[in-house]
């Protein structure tokens, strides 16, 4: 398993025509051989599509506060951006391994 965050940028113009903009930050959980794929091959900065389902977890303190916390459970990545040369041999190498 392994847990990461995925920021995503938008950018508007108000009513008064003034730009804004905001960074929105997704908790992203996967699984299996998906959470080795990402956990060698993201890393800040990288450009990336994930797709998958909105979990919510709860868990107690040791206060006895409960928190919340929504996570995308990852089915598919897929990077969006071109690979550095050493994970395009990285990629072809386990192309050839299957």
Known sequence: MVNFSVAVGRQWTTSTGERREAT???????WRELAEICNQMLSKGRRVYIEGSLQTRS??????????RVELVADQ????????????EWAAESRNNV
């Open 24 to 30: 929105d930050w997704f908790n992203v959980v996967a």
């Open 59 to 68: 868990w107690e303190d040791e206060k006895g506060q409960r928190h919340y």
């Open 77 to 88: 990545m897929i990077l969006l951006d071109r690979y550095p040369a050493r994970e395009r």
